[in-house]
């Protein structure tokens, strides 16, 4: 469920980005040339170093637009670190000394919450770091000295960049995803509940976390290839769950169910169609950040039809966040086979997690397919976030991107990524 921490390499075109990466990596990816800006296929790689695991970003490659000044162009790659990252390693290159490039990085990771460490590359004889001391006027503290070619240092920087990196909590890392099932009384919570819990439902004390947690129980797929808790938004391990003050605690039950959960599956009777506590519910999930599906109860009352028609209605009035929609019968129990993987689609959504290049080539695309208003330029895109995933664009007039334009892009990224049913985060920055 957690990803790792992010490390991201940034510095002036050719300084050795991509040979350090490579060797933290402990792999010869292509041919690094010495000609600038020809690494282009940046992703993110995950690294190991003294049982931490994290994520590489080298942005060597960030360089979408060959007309953008090599300035821009660094201080646009520093951006993205500053924005992304948890630990930032600033590159320079000793035989050259600091260069204009590095304190236009300098300056813009000044701005950074993560901790920037300066390494300073090509320093092939450590016997010799008298070159090494010049850096400190980036200042970015003590630099660090490698041989990326050669592997000198590597292991301390490493060490370094280990012990900057934000603590994880170790049971957030073996956590299984949490399924809300949530809707208005009477809709068949807690019918539903009981039978997906079926015979599990005898151990439920016995999962760990489930008395802080309220948790009904796990729910297993056929094949055990997928787990989830499933929150308890019905009140079925309570004894006396009709008494008093239902409503009040119902809906406390929800938000907080809400909150904990990865995926909500909002259920809606059929019978009924879509009311306006189902839009509150909607709109309650979406605001919390988390993914939603819609699951029509009680198939069993309505004829055939009646899914297609609901599917309309969700499509008409949910659209923010354009819901997955399924039918099922608590009761008989019809179709609930695919509860879990309209968990698993969603949860899929929810975690979603971009190459960099791929969303600055697929925003170039889109923007190439419709432009922004005349004069405006996105300049780069990238991907900032995920659970729920969050983009980033940084333009030259993000000012003059109409509400609608960024809708575009929310709704292609929706539609190429099956994004449907997560709120999808775009903000758009300065690129000056
Ligand atoms: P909750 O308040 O959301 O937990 O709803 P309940 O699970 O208590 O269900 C309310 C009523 O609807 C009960 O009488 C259930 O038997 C009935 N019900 C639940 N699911 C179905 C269904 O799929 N079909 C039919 N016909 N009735 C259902």
Wanted: hydrophobic share 40%; charged share 25%.
């Amino acid at each position: 469920m957690s990803r790792p921490p992010l490390v991201a390499v940034v510095g002036a075109p050719n300084v050795g980005k991509s040979s350090l990466v490579n060797r933290i990596l402990r792999r010869r990816r292509a041919v690094v040339s010495e000609q600038p800006g020809t690494t282009r296929d940046r992703t993110y790689d995950r690294a190991e170093w003294a049982g931490r695991d994290f994520d590489l970003v080298d942005t060597g490659g960030m360089e979408p637009n060959a007309r953008m000044g090599l300035e821009a162009l660094v201080t646009l790659q520093a951006r993205v670190a500053v924005e992304e990252a948890d630990v930032i390693v600033h590159l320079v290159d000793a035989r050259t000394g600091p260069t204009d490039a590095d304190a236009a990085i300098a300056r813009e990771l000044r701005r950074a919450s993560a901790g920037v460490i300066l390494a300073v590359n090509k320093l092939d004889n450590p016997a010799d770091d008298s070159d090494r001391h010049l850096f400190h006027a980036l200042g970015e503290g003590e630099p660090h000295a490698v041989s990326a070619v050669h592997g000198i240092g590597v292991g301390d920087l490493l060490d370094v960049i280990v012990s900057l990196l934000p603590e994880v909590e170790p049971e957030e890392e073996a956590r299984l995803p949490r399924l809300a099932i949530v809707g208005r009384p009477n809709v068949g919570k807690s019918t539903l509940l009981n039978r997906l819990l079926g015979a599990e439902r005898a151990v439920v004390s016995e999962i760990a976390g489930t008395t802080t947690d309220a948790v009904a129980g796990e729910i297993t797929s056929e094949d055990g290839s997928e787990r989830y808790l499933l929150l308890d938004t019905a009140g079925v391990g309570r004894s006396s769950r009709k008494a008093g003050g239902v409503s009040y605690y119902s809906a406390l039950r929800t938000e907080e169910a809400v909150r904990r959960s990865d995926v909500s599956l909002l259920l809606v009777d059929a019978v009924e169609g879509l009311v306006a506590s189902d839009l509150r519910l909607a709109r309650q999930i979406e605001d919390a950040g988390r993914t939603c599906g819609v699951v029509v109860n009680k198939s069993d009352l309505v004829p055939a039809g009646r899914l297609r028609e609901i599917e309309n209605i969700v499509a008409a009035r949910m659209t923010d966040l354009r819901p997955p929609v399924i039918g099922i019968s608590a009761l008989t129990g019809a179709d609930i086979e695919h509860i879990i993987p309209l968990a698993a689609r969603l949860l899929r959504a929810y975690g979603l997690r971009l190459p960099t290049h791929e969303v600055a080539e697929f925003v170039n695309r889109l923007v190439g397919r419709s432009a922004p208003p005349k004069g405006v330029k996105i300049r780069y895109s990238t991907q900032t976030g995920t659970e729920p995933p969050a983009f980033l664009l940084f333009a030259n007039r993000p000012k003059d991107i109409p509400e609608s334009y960024r809708r575009y892009v929310e709704n292609s990224l929706r539609d190429r990524y099956d994004l449907y049913g997560v709120s999808v985060r775009i903000r758009v920055k300065s690129s000056r």
